[in-house]
């Protein structure tokens, strides 16, 4: 448990609580650290701005317990296209099963109903969770012990402070929190407005559950099913037209119907506007204070990572801080947050311009060839970026990445047996700590005392993965039911991998197993 005392409200204090505060709350109460949440909206944001998630962002809801509350909450997706107006298809990105324990790649959502389910999640935890809304901060200090933070509550006046061993500024684009300790958001912001139309589907029509991007130098938009019966169009405004042209649903019209959609086929509930940012973050942390989601980046929407990049960032920050709270590891394990969720935070904002490129017909045939190029002699599987799994590219790791390394990749999800007899998706037989696996070898074997001591001192697991042909020989075993992981360890050279509790492959027989620095 947290060694939090009375000095402290709680171990780490959230500011802000969207998707990205949600699951940074869920992630450190599910390693038992207190957590505060201060927000300042009463009710959750109204209208939806996010329109996905895909088999990384539901391995994390797994993590956390949460993910079959959720599948239920939101939709698989069919495919990705880009086609003209002509109907001309341009390019498509088909969605293969995934390898990270779900069927469907992505699923489409409607954020508000998601959000809500991920709130009564971390309400069923307690008082491990306290969250005070309609409390807006109005300080934050910081001293050796903690931090303090000072909120004003939006409705009465009243000034509360909360003090917390650490502070998580999850407080969206607009962050005060980020300027309070001396952040700065660099980068661009575009000059186009978007109309963004949320309906509600009155019918079916063909091909509604593809992701469609009309593509369009003039008049590109997004055309996307969201979950619970809904839809949603975007669409730029042309430099002549303002967000004062489209007072109400019967300005809109035209844009819809200009696309094939009528009143027969949906029922506009609300619209709204909004400008693509391209920022970052000049640093994530400044003392015992980390910037996460949109706080620490904005993106554009073509990736459909947004608020994914935002949630990823809470589950890496949090499983790390809550061990650091706890004692478990020492507070350096903080300096890799940053170096593990920027670069790929800038990947998926360099991704999602080369996308918005392509819709608006800026990219040229080489550029576009280029983004569906299939490398010659790869070792990995080649898959589009966008759907591709997840690597690092830095951060707590030891040995060589790249295309021919296992270092920094995810390791997949196939249904795994033990020795008792039970079936069930690796992660469920892993536990929620390090764990190193051997290729029909106990891991512990491979190593010196010295890296022996090193892992043990992590609390990590060894377990042999014996073939679905062999008998188990001892109590600390998996059998590979979906000959997917002994195939995958082999196809990189490995005899053996210790895996992070994010399922990141830390290291590999082939370039060391000690515990990385």
């Known amino acids: 448990m947290s060694q939090s005392t009375h000095s402290h409200d709680a171990d780490v204090a959230i500011v802000g609580y969207g998707p990205t505060g949600v699951i940074a709350a869920l992630t450190l109460a599910r390693y038992g650290v207190s957590v505060v949440v201060l927000e300042r909206d009463r009710d959750i944001y109204p209208r939806a701005r996010a329109v996905t998630v895909n088999d990384w962002t539901m391995r994390i809801f797994q993590d ?9 909450k939101i939709d698989p997706q069919r495919a990705l296209r880009w086609v003209t107006y002509d109907g001309t298809e341009i390019m498509r990105i088909e969605h293969p099963p995934s390898t990270l324990g779900r069927k ?89 407005t978007w109309v963004v139309i949320d309906c509600r589907v009155k019918r079916w029509w063909p091909d509604r559950d593809f992701l469609t991007f009309w593509s369009d130098s003039e008049r590109p938009v997004v055309d996307i099913a969201l ?15 303002s967000p004062e042209d489209y007072p109400t649903s019967t300005e809109v019209w035209p844009l819809l119907k200009a696309l094939g959609v009528t009143e027969d086929d949906v029922e506009i509930h609300q619209h709204a506007f909004y400008r693509h940012h391209v920022r970052m973050a000049d640093t994530w942390r400044r003392g015992r204070v980390f910037l996460a989601g949109d706080a620490a980046h904005l993106m554009p929407p073509w990736a459909g990572a947004g608020m994914q990049t935002g949630m990823r960032d809470a589950h890496n920050l949090g499983w790390k801080l809550a061990r650091v709270v706890t004692g478990e590891l020492p507070e350096s394990w903080l300096d890799t947050y940053e170096a593990e969720r920027r670069p ?21 045939e080489e550029e576009q060839a280029a983004m569906n190029a299939v490398p010659e002699n790869t070792v990995t599987p080649y898959e589009p970026p966008l759907i591709a799994p997840p690597v690092l590219a830095g951060g707590w790791l030891r040995g060589p990445l790249g295309d021919a390394s296992i270092v920094g990749r995810m390791v997949p999800q196939p249904t795994v047996g033990d020795t008792a ?44 993965v014996r073939p679905k042909t062999a008998y188990t020989q001892g109590p600390e075993e998996l059998v590979d039911l979906d000959e997917v992981l ?32």
């Not at 956390?64 to 239920?72: H, S």
């Not at 935070?345 to 360099?350: E, L, N, P, S």
């Open 64 to 72: 956390l317990g949460i993910d079959e509350r959720i599948e239920k």
């Open 421 to 464: 007899g039970r079936m069930a998706r690796l992660d469920d037989l892993l536990g929620h700590g390090f764990v190193l696996l051997g290729d029909d070898v106990d891991p512990a074997t491979l190593l010196t005392p010295e890296e022996k001591t090193g892992w043990d001192a992590l609390g990590a697991r060894y377990l042999a």
């Open 227 to 241: 979950s619970a019966g809904n839809h949603r169009w975007e669409i730029p405004l042309k430099p002549d037209e």
């Open 486 to 517: 002994l195939p995958w360890l082999r196809r990189y050279g490995a005899r053996a991998v210790a895996l992070r509790p994010d399922r990141f492959v830390a290291a590999a027989d082939a370039s060391g197993l000690a515990v990385p620095a």
């Open 344 to 364: 790929n935070a800038a990947f998926y904002t360099g991704l999602a311009v080369g996308l918005g490129r392509v819709i608006k017909r800026e990219a040229s």
């Open 104 to 192: 469907p790649r992505f699923y489409n959502i409607y954020q508000p109903t998601m959000e809500t389910e991920l709130r009564a999640a971390a309400q069923e935890l307690g008082e491990r969770i306290t969250v005070h809304y309609g409390a807006e901060v109005t300080g934050v200090d910081q001293d050796a012990d903690g931090v303090t933070l000072t909120a004003t509550d939006t409705a009465t006046g009243r000034v509360r402070t909360v003090r917390a061993r650490y502070a998580i500024a999850a407080d969206g684009g607009s962050s005060a929190t980020r300027g309070r300790v001396g952040c700065r958001l660099v980068g661009d912001t575009s000059h186009v």
